[in-house]
């Protein structure tokens, strides 16, 4: 039985750190830039607008009793142990993708970071270290854990906001400062940044996968949703509105890099910062990683317990407390795939179209289910007016946003479209199948 120990501090150092704030400026915001142009804080604007509806729709399940599958298992509360399991799959995917992307990343940051101070590291080494690493600290303590993340994203998001204020106070007043301006952005424009916006916010909701864990997961899980949500949509406004603006500055070679702002920094005369804007990427990288690989082991153990999985990943460690043979069991195998992603050598936007698809996917497909679930079952503590005004204003802007996103990328992903789709159908067809012998078993 997983250990209760964790306060609301904690439980909410795992929904920030999971989101990895620093990682929206240093990776995302140039990102959706390349495509979106100025109109990128509109489209953060849009999934700021979005989450806030599934974040409360999260909230109105706050007084079910706390579970390792998270939101998977606020699914199951409405729709039935099958669909629990498939939202289960399909989070797995989502965190399983994440967590491989960030650790490409990872690995290609301390490789520059390597190259900055003069010390060259192969890009497989800089990885494994990064992963084993990772591996380590989730596996020891939770709590540890979920500290070492609130201290990244702090000392990471400080660094970026001093580079935001520098770009503000070099460019105000200049006559090209026009990323606020909406009236010259197009709806094609728009709907191309909403992909990489999206996949900001995910890992908000990882907070729910310690209901097992937390002091008073009623009262805690909610408003880390709430805080977790709030600060990165504030942030990611600020950097969506001004970054782009800097960004336009650079030559179009530099744009293109791996790492646009450190460039940046340096067109605006900030003397090393070039340097501690590579460092707080890696800070934010490996918190990112740890909240990934915290909400895959619970995950895994949650789907354990109901014996979709085998038993022995429903174990915990006898002195740390955490479910470390589901997280070897889930990290493990995604590390190896890692690697052979990082000797493919793939571009930014390779890694981008691959696995922030898979997040994107899997994610607003879960979210869809929580907020059809919030329409089918009692909630305690919430009106069903409320249940029915949020859930379905959740349903309906999910909704838009997948479709949104995938006639954007028809015909340009289709590879990692099937590729989603055919895992999803292995899911269902196993949470189909296996679900009612477990039942069984209870029984």
């Known amino acids: 039985m997983l250990r209760r120990c964790l306060g609301p501090v904690a439980v909410t150092a795992q929904a920030v750190g999971t989101v990895g ?79 491989v992307g960030c650790l490409v990343f990872f690995g290609m940051f301390l490789e520059q970071l390597g190259l900055h101070l003069g010390l060259p590291l192969p890009r497989l080494v800089a990885y494994l270290l ?62 191309s940044g909403l992909m990489v916006a999206v996949l900001s916010f995910i ?36 950097w969506g509105a001004f970054l782009p603006e ?63 999985l085998p038993a022995q990943l429903a174990r915990v460690h006898p002195r740390f407390g955490t479910p470390s043979r589901a997280l070897l069991a889930a990290g493990l195998p995604l590390v190896a795939g890692g690697g052979l992603v990082v000797q493919r050598n793939l571009t930014i936007n390779e890694i981008f179209g691959l696995f922030g698809g898979f997040t994107v996917l899997g994610f607003l497909l879960v979210y869809g289910l929580v907020a059809l679930s919030s329409l089918r079952v009692v909630l305690p503590g919430n009106s069903r007016r409320r249940q029915r005004l949020v859930g379905g204003g959740c349903l309906a802007a999910v909704a838009a946003m997948a479709a949104a996103y995938l006639t954007g990328v028809l015909g340009q992903q289709n590879t990692m479209l099937i590729s989603f789709g055919g895992l999803m159908l292995l899911g269902a067809l196993r949470a189909w199948w296996v679900l009612p012998t477990s039942l069984q078993r209870h029984t």
Do not use: H
């Open 21 to 99: 704030l620093t990682l929206t400026a240093v990776f995302n915001i140039p990102e959706a830039m390349r495509s979106a142009g100025s109109a990128t804080w509109i489209s953060y604007g849009l999934a700021l607008m979005v989450v806030l509806l599934v974040g409360e729709t999260l909230v109105l399940f706050r007084q079910l009793p706390g579970s390792p599958t998270g939101i998977a298992g606020y699914v199951g509360a409405g729709l039935g142990g099958r669909v629990g399991a498939v939202a289960s799959w399909a989070l797995l995917l989502g965190y399983g993708a994440t967590l």
């Open 130 to 191: 990064g992963a084993l690493g990772c591996l380590e600290l989730a596996r020891r303590d939770v709590q540890l854990s979920t500290r070492t993340m609130l201290v990244t994203e702090s000392v990471s998001a400080l660094i970026i906001l001093s580079l935001t204020a520098a770009v503000v106070w070099k460019g105000w007043g200049a006559p090209d400062l026009a990323a606020i301006n909406p009236m010259r952005d197009s709806s094609a424009e728009v709907r």
């Open 203 to 238: 890992g908000f909701e990882s907070a729910a996968n310690l209901g097992s864990e937390a002091l008073q997961p009623e009262r805690a899980i909610p408003r880390s949703i709430r805080t977790a949500v709030l600060v990165a949509g504030g942030l990611f406004m600020v």
């Open 246 to 308: 800097g960004l336009a500055w650079l030559p179009a070679i530099d744009r293109q890099s791996l790492d646009p702002l450190s460039a940046l920094a340096d067109r605006l005369g900030i003397p090393g910062a070039g340097l501690w804007i590579k460092f707080g990427a890696l800070l934010c990288l490996f918190g990112s990683c740890i909240g990934c690989l915290t909400a895959l082991a619970r995950l895994l153990f949650g789907l354990a317990e109901e014996q979709l």
